[in-house]
């Protein structure tokens, strides 16, 4: 089956400073890309949708400029939290879906963020 | 618009017992349904998935969940419950494959040796 992997898995970074989340479609073209973040003990919210070579689409409520998304391949999304803060501590789950006929997204393994 | 509706954030059975665990959606299109499950700290694992085809469908781990129309529900199930059922369980709607999936509030399964 397709496969999707994150990484890190868990990070734990300073009050100010930026962190990257990298997700990776291994064995399919990743046309869009989901991210999604969770609260402890809460469900999945979406965060932004990411078409590769498009600007990200960010849900409302979402900072773009806090959070940056970037799909330059067919391959890879990265997201990135810029100026971390510890609300910004969270599990940041990705997904992917292309052309595998199968109306399914992928769900990488998610990235625990601690901010300190 | 869609969204999802699971009835009950804990559910309790004993060892054997059946699983029921509820999901309602509204979707303004013929939606794709989903069931998840996610152990502490992991990601999500598809335990079955809807996609306008045979309305009972059968997942992975004895689970299985019938769609209908009539009632708007996705109902989740499995005959016997095992220790290692227990994880917090996710129904999910979306409208396409490549459209993002909106998600219940989640249900903590428990077992109860």
């Known amino acids: 089956g397709a496969v999707v992997s994150q990484h890190p898995s868990w990070v734990i970074c300073k009050s100010g400073t930026s962190v990257k989340i990298e997700c990776r479609s291994l064995?399919?073209?990743?046309?869009?890309m989901f991210w999604y973040r969770q609260f402890p003990k809460q469900s999945l919210m979406l965060m932004a949708t990411?078409?590769?070579?498009?600007?990200?689409?960010?849900e409302q409520g979402v900072e773009k400029d806090k959070f940056l998304i970037n799909h330059a391949s067919l391959t890879l999304s990265t997201l990135t939290v810029t100026s971390a803060h510890p609300e910004d501590s969270s599990f940041y789950i990705c997904?992917?879906?292309?052309?595998?006929?199968?109306?399914?997204?992928?769900f990488g393994p998610g990235t625990r963020l601690t901010v300190t | 618009a869609q969204s999802v509706t699971q009835l009950g954030s804990h559910v309790s059975v004993s060892e054997g017992a059946l699983v029921l665990l509820r999901c309602n959606y509204s979707?303004?299109?013929?939606?794709?349904l989903f069931w998840y499950v996610q152990y502490p700290n992991q990601g999500l694992q598809l335990l079955l998935k809807?996609?306008?085809?045979?309305?009972l469908v059968k997942g992975i781990n004895g689970f299985e969940a019938e769609f209908k129309k009539s009632e708007t529900s996705f109902h989740l199930t499995k005959p016997s419950a095992h220790m290692s059922d227990a994880a917090e369980y996710f129904c999910?709607?979306?409208?396409?494959?490549?459209?993002?999936?909106?998600f219940g509030k989640g249900t903590r399964l428990s077992v109860i040796a």
């Open positions: 997904s992917a879906t292309g052309l595998t006929g199968t109306h399914e997204q992928y």
């Open positions: 064995d399919f073209q990743a046309t869009t």
């Open positions: 990411s078409n590769e070579g498009s600007k990200a689409t960010y």
């Open positions: 979707s303004s299109v013929p939606p794709y």
């Open positions: 809807y996609t306008s085809a045979a309305t």
């Open positions: 999910a709607v979306s409208a396409a494959g490549n459209t993002p999936l909106v």
